[in-house]
């Protein structure tokens, strides 16, 4: 099989890591994950760095048994550094020159990368005197100057300022768009990860819980974890069917009334947007009404992030800060809560 068809299993007293990955030529699969998920451990035992048990194979040549520098694997990690001593144009040529090509050839095809990169100006740099984004994109020629089968990412915009981030972020989806090899990229930030990766693989506690599409993951979380980075309230329940209609019965909580064919366990998924709040209950009877307390209050952007507490049902509301003056809404404040059931997105558990 072409790409890269990998299994780690990595044990260590209070975690295990159990994960297949698999990754076509060309796709670019981003781990995510919580703190101590695993995510880094997985890259480090691709990379060669941490042993593990499972299997590796690119390009279907098992690369199990060989050492870190004997798997041609491309890595980027933040603590991978450039070799201070070389400049940037020799860093990059470094990886050719151990691939047997000559000086002069691998100094003209590692000439061509700082280009592309855009560092045509810092060739001659060592690099410490090179800014975060441009080492790392000298990091990044290096690694992809050898064509590698399989190129490695740790968080590779992390260290960098937000106004750097961006400019490295889309060279990143150019150069990954290019590249030939199959990619896996670890990143805490749901937009890198959706911006740069074709697909996303959720770890938790050395476990995977969701795997897929990022517009689907997105749009369909199926973990706490998952709902938070995505930013949409998420729950789980039961959908029995009343004399007004559909409804999800949810452990611990109230029922929600849904619109809904399916049957059985379903998530409940909402946007924080399309939480109504009120000072005074609302006249009429609007479903999925509650009372709840304001547990905490957070601009976010040009809105404010409202979180609303009540016995069994935690959720987030996003209103505009006039909204947040008019309610009066300060934590501890009381105020009548609605989601309107065709709000409500439904998908099977
Ligand atoms: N060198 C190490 N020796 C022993 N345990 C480690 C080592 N590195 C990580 N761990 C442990 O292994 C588990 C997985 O850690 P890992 O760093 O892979 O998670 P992560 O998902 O990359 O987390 P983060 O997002 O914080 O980097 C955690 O329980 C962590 O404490």
């Not at 309230?233 to 959908?239: A, C, D, K, Q, T």
């Not at 976010?300 to 809404?329: F, I, K, N, S």
Request: glycine share 10%; aromatic share 4%.
């Amino acid at each position: 099989m072409s790409g890269l068809d990998a299994r780690i299993v990595v044990h260590r007293p209070g975690f295990a890591l159990d994960l297949a990955l698999t990754a076509a030529p060309g796709e670019v699969v981003a781990l995510l994950g919580p703190n101590g998920a695993g995510k880094s451990t997985a890259l480090r035992a691709l990379a060669g760095l941490v042993p593990s048990g499972g299997h590796l194979c690119v390009d279907g040549a098992d690369l199990s048994a060989l050492p870190a520098d004997r798997r041609g694997i491309g890595m980027v990690f933040q603590d991978y550094l450039l070799f201070p001593h070389l400049s940037a144009l020799d860093n990059v040529a470094f990886g050719l020159r151990c691939r047997g090509a000559r000086k002069a050839a691998a100094r003209r095809e590692a000439t061509g990368w700082l280009d592309r990169m855009g560092l045509a100006a810092h060739a001659a740099s060592r690099p410490r005197a090179l800014s975060g984004g441009q080492a790392q994109r000298v990091a990044l020629a290096r690694a992809l100057a050898v064509r590698p089968g399989l190129l490695l990412l740790d968080e590779p915009l992390s260290a960098l300022d937000a106004h750097t981030r961006l400019e490295v972020r889309a060279a990143l989806r150019r150069h990954l768009d290019g590249f030939a090899g199959a990619a896996v990229l670890v990143t805490h930030d749901p937009l890198d990860a959706m911006v740069l990766a074709d697909r996303l693989v959720v770890l938790e506690a050395g476990r995977v819980v969701q795997e897929g599409a990022p517009a689907e993951v997105a749009r369909r979380p199926r973990t706490g974890y998952v709902a938070r980075l995505v930013g949409l309230n998420l729950f789980r329940g039961r959908v029995e069917v009343r004399e007004h209609g559909p409804v999800a019965v949810v452990q611990d909580g109230p029922s929600i009334d849904i619109a809904t064919s399916l049957r059985g366990e379903v998530f409940l998924s909402f946007s924080p947007a399309s939480v109504a709040l009120y000072r005074t209950r609302p006249d009429g009877s609007p479903r999925n009404l509650w009372r709840a307390t304001v547990g905490g209050v957070e601009p976010q952007g040009d809105r404010v992030r409202v979180r609303l507490d009540a016995p069994g049902r935690t959720v987030a509301a996003d209103v505009t800060p006039a909204a947040v003056a008019d309610l009066g809404l300060v934590t501890g404040s009381e105020v009548w809560t609605s989601v309107k059931a065709t709000e409500i997105q439904v998908y099977p558990a």
